[in-house]
T-cell receptor, first 114, second 118 residues
Framework: DAGITQSPRHKVTETGTPVTLRCHQT?????MYWYRQDPGHGLRLIHY???????DKGEVSDGYSVSRSKTEDFLLTLESATSSQTSVYFC?????????????FGDGTRLSIL | AQKVTQAQTEISVVEKEDVTLDCVYE???????LFWYKQPPSGELVFLIR??????QNEISGRYSWNFQKSTSSFNFTITASQVVDSAVYFC???????????????FGRGTQLTVWP
């Protein structure tokens, strides 16, 4: 199994609070991704990173920011959480930008915003 | 518009039946990759297969087989002699060749919930 650890695995918080999710990898892969999974939508890309300090937006990036100060860590921050951000969040990693290698996913973080 | 369409939201079969999960994709790129992932009730996403757009050979892996047809933009997944352990949500996904800022991102279908009854 790919060495991907997401933390926390579960979190419940209140609207308006900041939340940071962490993705840690031990594979030394260059590319990292954050997706959210919602019923009826499959998985949708929030942000991705193509190297240390190199990040870009995905299709559902509003309300989220990311940072990558080290190859192994990719942080997803909700500056002021809203109930619409209740979701399951998955981190993925890939060694190849052209997707010739499949992305491997972490076990997910279940986030509830009350 | 959805780049990946999985029209079957839920499928129920009885153990030992064969079942086919449909996936239709849309892309203008000539080079692209198609994937299937399995998400069992425990929630993790498990990679099953990757195909590139230049390889239309069907593939078989044990009870699993995949039928890739560019003419119909389909990449269907068949489970032969289904088992209860096959119960899961199955996702089809598309990745287009790097262009601009796409950088290998995956476009997922909405998933098909497969339930196999004993």
């Amino acid at each position: 199994d790919a060495g991907i650890t997401q933390s926390p695995r579960h979190k419940v918080t209140e609207t308006g609070t900041p939340v940071t999710l962490r993705c840690h990898q031990t594979e030394n892969h260059r590319y990292m991704y954050w997706y959210r999974q919602d019923p009826g939508h499959g998985l949708r890309l929030i942000h991705y990173s193509y190297g240390v300090k190199d990040t870009d937006k995905g299709e559902v990036s509003d309300g989220y920011s990311v940072s990558r100060s080290k190859t192994e860590d990719f942080l997803l921050t909700l500056e002021s959480a809203t109930s619409s951000q209740t979701s399951v969040y998955f981190c993925a990693i890939s060694s190849d930008r052209d997707a010739r290698q499949p992305q491997h996913f972490g076990d997910g973080t279940r986030l509830s915003i009350l | 518009a959805q780049k990946v369409t999985q029209a079957q939201t839920e499928i129920s079969v009885v153990e030992k039946e064969d079942v086919t999960l449909d996936c239709v994709y849309e892309t203008r790129d000539t080079t692209y990759y198609l994937f299937w992932y399995k998400q069992p009730p425990s929630g993790e996403l498990v990679f099953l297969i990757r195909r590139n757009s230049f390889d239309e050979q069907n593939e078989i892996s044990g009870r699993y087989s995949w039928n890739f047809q560019k003419s119909t933009s389909s990449f269907n997944f068949t489970i032969t002699a289904s088992q209860v352990v096959d119960s899961a949500v199955y996702f089809c996904a598309l990745s287009e060749e790097y262009r601009g800022s796409t950088l290998g991102r995956l476009y997922f279908g909405r998933g098909t919930q497969l339930t196999v009854w004993p």
